[in-house]
């Protein structure tokens, strides 16, 4: 018989999070990873060095357009002005990224994506290409106050500023990389390029203590962040 954590498992968890004693449970009815054994260990290694996190709680939709139509159903949707191509906002939980001028992703759980209205007014909203490139996709998270060196390690950008979307010079495997926060950035990569991905973040954070994590340590560290912003 399988090892309980194999028996959720489908093709949305990458084999090397498996193959590292990843742990699933389940969010928005889809399998996630998580933890891999200790969630305060998960929590010290964001806190001191640099971890990794499989975001398999995340879809993304696809937006495609005339610039002249995606400006305006994004600043109907985020106000004006919309954002520039290579730029981020984030609106009640969900990201909207600015790939180029004709494509946008918009990234988030998938409960908050699914309840979603029409992006854009009337006809703008008809006429804009939407679709769910989540099964198409996988996302990580870097985390920590070492996220910077990991990336530029990887020959990825290290330092882009929070609310920028980067790409990955190497080629067009990496959709996109949102810095979030300070200390942490999102990946977005296509799923068929992901456990070689993977490899690469491994293998650049080996000296700087790279850690896998789950995603109870990343809730976790977001509630702690939270109630610090919020006073408590």
């Not at 949305?12 to 260990?41: F, H, K, N």
């Not at 109907?76 to 990224?97: F, H, K």
Request: hydrophobic share 45%; glycine share 12%.
């Amino acid at each position: 018989m399988d090892p309980p954590h194999r028996q959720l498992v489908d093709t949305s968890i990458p084999e090397t999070c498996l193959a590292a004693g990843a742990q699933l449970g389940e969010r928005d009815g889809r399998p996630i990873v998580a933890l891999y054994g200790s969630v305060q260990g998960e929590m010290a290694a964001c806190m001191k060095s640099v971890g990794l996190a499989d975001r398999s709680d995340l879809g993304a939709l696809e937006l495609r357009g005339a610039t002249s139509l995606l400006d305006r159903a994004l600043a109907a949707r985020l106000g004006d002005p919309a954002p520039a191509p290579g730029t981020a906002r984030r609106l009640s939980g969900v990201w909207y990224l600015r790939l180029d001028a004709r494509r946008a992703l918009l990234v988030g759980r998938h409960a908050a994506l699914a309840s979603l209205g029409p992006i854009g007014r009337g006809r703008d909203a008809a006429e804009l290409s939407q679709s769910d490139i989540s099964a198409g996709i996988a996302m990580i998270s870097v985390i920590g106050p070492r996220a910077a060196r990991l990336l530029t390690a990887a020959e990825l950008p290290g330092e882009p500023a929070i609310g920028s979307v980067g790409r990955d010079s190497r080629g067009a495997d990496v959709l996109a990389i949102l810095r979030e926060q300070q200390r942490r950035v999102l990946i977005v990569v296509r799923r068929p390029a992901a456990d070689a991905f993977w490899g690469r973040l491994l293998e650049a954070g080996e000296k700087l203590g790279v850690a896998f994590v789950g995603l109870d340590a990343v809730s976790l560290l977001d509630a702690s962040s939270a109630a610090i912003a919020d006073g408590i």
